[in-house]
């Protein structure tokens, strides 16, 4: 992939809102054709009817190994090629291991890790022949876990794990594989946070701090995204200022 962005395809998954939608808003504003997957369909067809260029609505749901397949396959019917993956679609269901609802922790994995894994899995026979990139959407929490989010940080664990076995396996390919690590963003992720005391912590974090905002998240992905071909920027970790931790 060079480093213009101008008519190349690019899919990203989680786009219905916050990072997702303010990455694909940003690519589109600097020419990218892109592909949005997510399950809520009619808010990817108001981004794309903001979107300055081409967008392909994509229903998608990343923890169906068959829904992903169909995504990657269409956009690439739908474009010629595929350029650029960005991982992104994610869930955040934050709690204490102690009286867990399980049914959660097995949400956090299918969506975070296997989700991302299928998606990479994937697209990587189209990045191989368009010699690519994949965006890999971590977490501060793929550095460092916190008490209270054991199984969200596992599963970004898991992403810089899978990440750079993916790097070692393509980088002489020519697909660059780059892990974005944003401390606290405002988006709504933390609204799904079905713990009351929980998303009451995670409300109060936030409103002591000027957080992030997610096109301070796109900004990251476009820079890692438009270096020079011999440049592979693998990880990028970009917390608030106010971000102590
Ligand atoms: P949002 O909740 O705004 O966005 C999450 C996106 O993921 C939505 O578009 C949602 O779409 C999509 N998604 C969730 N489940 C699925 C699924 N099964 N299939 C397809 N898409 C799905 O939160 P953010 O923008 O904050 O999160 C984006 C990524 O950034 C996540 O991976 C998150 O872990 C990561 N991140 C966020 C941080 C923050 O502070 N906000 C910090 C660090 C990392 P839909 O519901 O329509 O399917």
Known sequence: MSNTLDGKVVLVTGASSGIGQATALA???????????????????????????????LELDVTDRE????????????????????????VMLSGPILNADTAE??????????????????????????RG??????????????????????TKFGITAFSEALRQKVTAQGVRVIVIEPGMVATELATHITDPAMQA??????????????????DAVLYALTQ????????????????TR
Do not use: C
């Open 27 to 57: 690519l589109s504003k600097a020419g990218a054709r892109v592909a949005v997957g997510a399950r809520r369909a009619d808010r990817l067809k108001s981004l794309a009817q903001d979107a300055p260029g081409e967008i392909l609505v």
């Open 67 to 90: 829904s992903v397949q169909d995504a990657v396959t269409a956009a690439v019917e739908h474009f010629g090629a595929l350029d650029a993956l960005v991982n992104n679609a994610g």
């Open 105 to 130: 922790w097995t949400r956090m994995i299918d969506t975070n890790l296997l989700g991302s894994m299928y998606t990479a899995h994937a697209a990587l026979p189209h990045l191989l022949e368009s």
């Open 201 to 218: 912590l995670a409300k109060s974090y936030a409103d002591s701090m000027r957080t992030l905002q997610s096109p301070d998240i796109a």
């Open 228 to 243: 020079p071909e011999h440049v592979a920027v693998n990880e990028i970790l970009i917390r608030p200022t106010d971000q």
């Open 133 to 154: 990139a994949v965006v890999q959407i971590s977490s501060t929490a793929g550095r460092t876990a916190p008490a209270g989010g054991g199984v969200y940080a596992a």
